[in-house]
T-cell receptor, first 114, second 112 residues
């Protein structure tokens, strides 16, 4: 059974800092891995998707890396802004073509202080 | 483009009542999922479907049922509601070939 751990569980920093959020997973036979953002009372929004054959993906100030063999992924947020405040969740997909869904970590609750 | 639409947004049930959570998507996605999210516990997969007429159990299926008669709709049925089913329920979908998972805005359910 896939287990996903995210560290830290919570983080509060002043704006402008560069941040690293960590995700580890126990089953390295993944199809892909996604990072999501969740705002309070809202659904999840996919930020980045990394296929198992890729090492990293970038979108604006966000960069996600994947080390499949060691079961680790990191989300790097550059020049953080108060609008980045949210919970960030990591979710690898296992199974045949991702049919049986993703396994989610509990998330990192991020607060960016103005 | 509406994406994934869930109704209702909020609901309070009494113990033993039944209800159906509705989910529809307009992206022609074959894969659809139901998750529940409890505080501090992350998201747990309840049921999923890889296409019309095909459903399968996830990690926490007990107390729930699903059907998938069309590509667009994937309703979740709660029979004999229990306090343990108090949670936020999310429906999600994605294309057959994998890719980003799209979520609905959720249904907050309380069973009292």
């Amino acid at each position: 059974k896939q287990e996903v751990t995210q560290i830290p569980a919570a983080l509060s920093v002043p704006e402008g800092e560069n941040l690293v959020l960590n995700c580890s997973f126990t089953d390295s036979a993944i199809y892909n891995l996604q990072w999501f953002r969740q705002d309070p009372g809202k659904g999840l929004t996919s930020l980045l998707l990394i296929q198992s054959s890729q090492r990293e993906q970038t979108s604006g100030r966000l960069n996600a890396s994947l080390d499949k063999s060691s079961g680790r992924s990191t989300l790097y947020i550059a020049a953080s802004q108060p609008g980045d405040s949210a919970t960030y969740l990591c979710a690898p997909t296992t199974g045949r073509g991702g049919a049986d869904g993703l396994t989610f970590g509990k998330g990192t609750h991020l607060i960016i202080q103005p | 483009n509406a994406g994934v639409t869930q109704t209702p947004k909020f609901r309070i049930l009494k113990i033993g009542q039944s209800m159906t959570l509705q989910c529809t998507q307009d992206m022609n996605h074959n894969y659809m999922y139901w998750y529940r999210q409890d505080p501090g516990m992350g998201l747990k997969l309840i049921y999923y479907s890889v296409g019309a007429g095909i459903t399968d159990k996830g990690e926490v299926p007990n107390g729930y049922n699903v059907s998938r008669s069309t590509t667009e709709d994937f309703p979740l049925r709660l029979e004999l509601a229990a306090p343990s089913q108090t949670s936020v329920y999310f429906c999600a979908s994605r294309s057959t070939t994998g890719g980003k998972l799209f979520f609905g805005s959720g249904t907050q359910l309380s069973v009292l």
